[in-house]
């Protein structure tokens, strides 16, 4: 006999008593302090957690306060399950988490969510569930000459997590992703680079797609974050996904028809949206130019494969596009998995340059630098001007919003020459 709502209910979780225990790990101050943050130095691993045994991980938070935007490409996380010498998972900090090429959206999904805090500092949210069956390691290495986190140099976090008394099924695959990226893509036919061929151009094997994912084994994608940096201008999305499953070839049995396709968005989005399962988080520019950030999370319809998968997309329509891209793919499958290609070291990881971005990071770090000064005191105008444009400056820097904050950050001036910032 069934029991209706009790059975089907997407709440289920929530009712249901489990034999399991939950438990968290933290930066909180073990002296019972307040400086609950760790400090990650130059080119340190932190180790977030360590644990033996079998659970699930289940929810993964952190965040800094007027961090570098360099911190998130910089910072790797790497994650290892049942005792692997190599990783599961290694990515940028900041792509993890969705906020991909060193611009914070802000954003909700069912599977990673970014919130507002006080302008220069966002809350980061990833609701994976990280099954393992005799242990768990979850490390932060710092690829910089400077201490995460800013000025303060603090990160803070929380990794919740439940404890198993047996080893969890043998059909449950383990959590994996994995960052690439191609700074510029390179166009097939040079005399139709960066030209919109709307009906030309013909591709019919996929062979030189931007290739986001190469696994072997057996398992399932569960999730798509790609970012791409139109510097070719124009529209640049009329790429198609291919995904070829168990070594098939051309056609594959997954074929797009545009990339505004695979994340949910009408033609041509020209402005940012985000749901439950697709979102375009980052539309920088209404003109397409600069960053575009998109996500598709798979969770009623995960790609399945038994012996491989190979996920890839056209850069323009026939690959006639060159632009930065970078992607961040997300699987289950059971182990051993196939090797990751070895991750770019941290300064080729970095976002091209913009004059506008530069300027604006200079700024930001002259602003942190009062704005962590406590031996100064500000009068009653100048506490104001440092809440309401300092924070609206810092917000909309790490959001992308450049030429905004240029001009917020312009009525900061007077305050930073005063005191020599």
């Not at 340190?44 to 659970?55: F, H, M, N, P, R």
């Not at 942190?368 to 809440?387: H, I, Q, T, V, Y």
Request: net charge negative.
């Amino acid at each position: 006999m069934g029991y209706g709502s009790l059975d089907t209910s997407s709440f289920k979780n929530l009712f249901t008593i489990r034999d399991a225990r939950s438990r968290r790990v933290s930066s909180w101050d073990t002296m019972g302090g307040n400086r609950d943050w760790i400090s990650v130095e130059p080119h340190e691993t932190a180790i977030l957690l360590d644990v033996e045994g079998s659970g699930c991980i289940t929810h993964f938070y952190w965040t800094m306060i007027g961090n570098d935007p360099y911190d998130l490409r910089r910072a790797v996380v790497r994650m290892y399950w049942d005792g692997e010498e190599t990783p599961s998972v290694e990515v940028p900090l900041g792509d993890f988490f969705g906020a991909a090429n060193c611009v914070v959206p802000v954003f909700t999904s069912d599977l990673v969510t970014i919130n507002r805090g006080m302008g220069v500092s966002f809350g980061f949210n990833c609701y994976f569930p990280m099954p393992f069956s005799s242990g768990a390691r979850i490390e932060l290495y710092n690829e910089s000459d400077v201490g995460l986190g800013g000025l303060i140099n603090a990160y803070w976090y929380h990794i919740e997590y439940e404890e198993y008394d047996s080893p969890i099924p043998g059909d449950i695959g383990r959590f994996h992703a994995q960052w690439r990226r191609e700074c510029l893509t390179k166009s097939v036919d040079k005399e139709a680079k960066n030209v919109q061929l709307w009906w030309d151009g013909v591709n019919l094997s996929g062979e030189d797609n931007y290739v986001i994912l190469e696994a072997e084994g057996l398992g399932q994608l569960v999730g798509l974050l790609l970012n791409v940096y139109n510097v070719a201008g124009g529209w640049w999305g009329e790429g198609d996904d291919m995904i070829f499953v168990d070594g098939e070839s051309f056609p594959p049995r997954y074929h797009g028809t545009g990339t505004e396709e695979i994340f949910g968005g009408g033609a041509c989005p020209t402005r940012p949206f985000s749901g439950p399962y697709t979102g375009f988080s980052v539309v920088q520019n209404p003109d397409f130019s600069g960053n575009n950030t998109m996500y598709r999370w798979y969770v009623h319809d995960p790609v399945r494969f038994t012996r491989s998968i190979k996920v890839g997309i056209e850069h323009g329509h026939a690959n006639n596009f060159e632009n930065d891209y970078s992607s961040v793919a997300y699987w289950y499958q059971t182990e051993p998995a196939k090797p990751f290609p070895p991750l770019p070291p941290a300064e080729q990881r970095l976002p091209l340059p913009s004059e506008e971005f530069l300027k604006a990071r200079s700024l930001l770090e002259r602003l942190m630098s009062l704005w962590f000064d406590f031996s100064l005191e500000f009068n009653a105008e100048e506490k104001e001007l440092l809440r309401a444009a300092g924070s609206s400056a810092g917000e909309e820097f790490y959001m992308g919003k450049w030429a905004e904050s240029l001009d917020k950050f312009a009525q900061l001036m007077p305050l930073l020459e005063k005191y020599g910032r």
